[in-house]
Structures are given as structure tokens and as C-alpha cells.
């Protein structure tokens, strides 16, 4: 397939620096082959990559990883972005970053900070991040950035463990001085997929944690953003992942492959070409595994002579490839899929388990034990 004569330009760049981080998240997003520190891209070539994608009319940067601040380079990265002139975020677990750093950060142009969380009770949030204090440090963190007057997002990822306390996690993130808290379900690829049964919440956690957020949103309404929304697996219909693959961000991993998505390289025949080798604009013009699934001409049915085609694209390309075992399928997250059933038990089945131990991404157990006591 050839790219559309109307191909509009990305909005986003996700740049994950690094994936090295210090947490050990059982749903992290990273592959379950981590990039290398050695392969990882210097911080000129990131420059270059930036000015290409302010270029190309990208508006937002999304400084990524892995944690972000793990790169000593990151204050030169971060200018390198002002100076592309590029609105910039910083996705971080707030470990590593001290009040100095933050303010030479914010000196070099950082904007917006997006500060993870795990939990609202500490010992809880620890084991899943897979650190002891990790908390707590998060939630010091969380002060300084509010001190230093940036912005501030709260992301928490929001499965078996910790879902029944969705409103006081929305609470915690006004009182931390948040502008936007983002609770986000657990995305099954990668990590994820490998604790499913250990993750999964049940259709009764789910069912609860929507209706408390419908009655807690008037509350903060012009003080406090919300997004929450139905996770797949108890959906109807799907979500348009990306708002489309290859239609409005890219992401460039550690090593500098350029992605459609942060999990694509889940899905097995994709090529995926790296900034070192091509310009960023030539990459999302012509990249294989842009063309593989951009717009509609890919489709098969029911969703080829869907009219919500266009709208929802099909829903999420690594999820038909992990229930359907094939990218190409309707995302089964649809109920005009006919795996939309079994997906719902799969999911069912794995809530109803009380296997709760994690297996952490890129962790041996010794390296786990010194980290924090697992139970
Ligand atoms: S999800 Fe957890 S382990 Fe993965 S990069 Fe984020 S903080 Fe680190
Ligand atoms: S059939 Fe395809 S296009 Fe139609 S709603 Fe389902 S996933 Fe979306």
C-alpha cells in the first residue's frame, strides 16, 4: 500500500529515551526485549530527530522511557526540544530527579510534567511498582513540580489491585495540585499480557469504578481533567488506538526503530525503519510498518463495510493480534467480532483467579528481593 496523497502531518512524538528504569511495573509498556543503554541514541541524533518532527508539524513532545531522567543527557535533551520548538512533556515515575535538576529542566524549557502513581496506599503501590519508597518519593516529587510551577499530570494504571480506589486516587491527584489526572486500564501486550490473570479486575470492579467516577466528576469539574473510559475487554465497541495507526504520532524507541504504536512491535513481519537511517518524514511517509495498517484499504470484514470505519479504524491492531493471533482481524474488543465473546471470558476468567503474584519486567527474582520483599 503507498501513502495517501492527503497523508496528514503526526501531532505527537512519543521519544523513549531510555528503557532502563528504576521501577519494575508488571504492566509496564516497554517490550519484553529491552533496548540496550549501549544501543541507545546520543543526544544530537535526538536533537536532529526533533527539529525533523517540529518540521514535519509536530506540536507535542512526549519525553519517554523507561524513566526518562535514568539518561544523565537529559537536560541537553530537553533544550533540544525547546529549541525545535516543540510543547514538551515529561513522562516520568519521578524517581531521580531532584529539585535542582527539576529546575534546570524547567530552565531548558520542560512544560508539563506526567507523573505516574501507583497506588494511594503506600505498601500496595510499592509492590506494584516493584520498589520499596517508591512512594513516597512520588509523591515528594509531585510537590516540587507543583512548587515549581509546572503543569502537572497524574497517570495511574489501574487493574485487579488498585481499582477499587479509583476516587481516591482522583482525590490524592487534586490534592498533589494535579490539572488532569488520567486513569488508565491495563493494556494487555507485552508485560501485561504476561500477568494477565494477575492483573485483570472483574466486571463488578470495573462496573463500580465507572459509576464512582460519573458521581465524583461534577465535584472537580474546572479544577481537575478526568479520563477514564470502559477497558476493552468489557467494551462494546472499540476505541480508535492512536486515533488510528500511523495517522496522528509516532514513536521512536531507545535504539531509534520508529513506531506506529509503543506495543507494534508485538505484531511478528513488521519492518519498522530507524531515524539513524532515514529522515523522520521519509519514516512516516513510507515506513512498511506505517503502510501495513494506516487508513482502511487493510480491513477485511465486518469492518470493511462498517460505517464507523472511519472513526474507530478497526480498534487496536495488537490486541486482534494477541486474542485473534492476527493483526488484521476486527479487534475483538467490537461485539461484531466473532471472537468479541471469548475475549470477555478470557477476561472473566482471568478476574476470577486469586493469582496475585507479578512477574516484574526486567527483573531476576534476586534482583526483586533486594528491591522490596515480595510476598
Ligand atoms: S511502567 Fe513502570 S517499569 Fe515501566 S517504564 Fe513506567 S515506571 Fe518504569
Ligand atoms: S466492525 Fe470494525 S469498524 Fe465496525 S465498529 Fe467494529 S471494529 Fe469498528
Not at 247 to 257: A, D, E, K, Y
Amino acid at each position: 500500500m503507498s501513502a495517501p496523497e492527503n497523508l496528514s502531518s503526526p501531532l505527537g512524538l512519543l521519544a523513549e529515551l531510555t528503557h532502563r528504569c528504576p521501577l519494575a511495573c508488571p504492566y509496564c509498556s516497554n517490550p519484553l526485549a529491552l533496548d540496550q543503554r549501549a544501543d541507545e541514541l546520543d543526544a544530537a541524533t535526538w536533537a536532529r530527530v526533533f527539529r525533523e518532527a517540529a518540521a514535519m508539524g509536530v506540536l507535542q513532545l512526549h519525553l519517554s522511557g523507561g524513566e526518562p531522567a535514568s539518561r544523565r543527557d537529559l537536560i541537553e535533551i530537553a533544550a533540544a526540544a525547546r529549541d525545535a520548538g516543540l510543547y514538551t512533556n515529561l513522562i516520568t515515575s519521578g524517581l531521580g530527579i531532584d529539585a535542582a535538576r527539576l529546575a534546570r529542566l524547567k530552565q531548558s524549557g520542560l512544560d508539563h510534567v506526567q507523573l505516574s502513581l501507583q497506588d494511594v496506599d503506600a505498601e500496595t503501590a510499592d509492590r506494584i511498582a516493584g520498589y520499596h519508597g517508591a512512594h513516597a518519593r512520588k509523591l515528594a516529587f509531585s510537590r516540587m513540580v507543583v512548587e515549581q510551577q509546572l503543569a502537572l499530570t497524574i497517570n495511574v494504571v489501574v487493574h485487579r489491585a488498585n481499582i477499587s480506589r479509583v476516587s481516591a486516587l482522583v482525590e490524592t491527584a487534586a490534592a498533589l495540585g494535579a490539572g488532569r489526572v488520567e486513569i488508565a486500564h491495563a493494556q494487555y501486550y507485552g508485560w501485561a499480557l504476561r500477568n494477565r490473570k494477575a492483573l485483570m479486575p472483574t466486571p463488578a470492579q470495573v462496573a463500580q469504578a465507572m459509576q464512582e467516577m460519573e458521581s465524583i466528576r461534577p465535584r472537580y469539574a474546572g479544577r481537575l481533567v478526568i479520563d477514564m473510559v470502559v477497558p476493552d475487554y468489557y467494551a462494546r465497541r472499540p476505541k480508535a488506538c492512536m486515533g488510528g495507526w500511523a495517522r496522528r504520532s509516532l514513536n521512536v524507541t531507545p535504539s531509534g526503530r520508529v513506531l506506529p504504536c509503543h506495543a507494534a512491535e508485538t505484531i511478528p513481519g513488521l519492518e519498522f525503519w530507524s531515524v539513524r537511517d532515514r529522515p523522520l518524514a521519509e519514516i512516516w511517509r513510507d515506513s512498511p510498518a506505517f503502510l501495513a495498517f494506516r487508513g482502511t484499504d487493510w480491513m477485511r470484514e465486518p469492518c470493511r463495510s462498517c460505517d464507523m470505519r472511519e472513526i474507530d479504524f478497526g480498534g487496536c491492531r495488537c490486541q486482534a493480534l494477541a486474542i485473534a493471533g492476527d493483526a488484521a482481524a476486527t479487534d475483538p474488543a467490537c461485539e461484531l467480532s466473532p471472537l468479541h465473546t471469548i475475549m470477555r471470558k478470557l477476561a472473566e476468567s482471568d478476574a476470577s483467579t486469586d493469582d496475585d503474584e507479578y512477574q516484574y519486567r526486567g527483573r531476576s527474582a534476586a534482583e526483586l528481593a533486594i528491591a522490596i520483599p515480595v510476598r
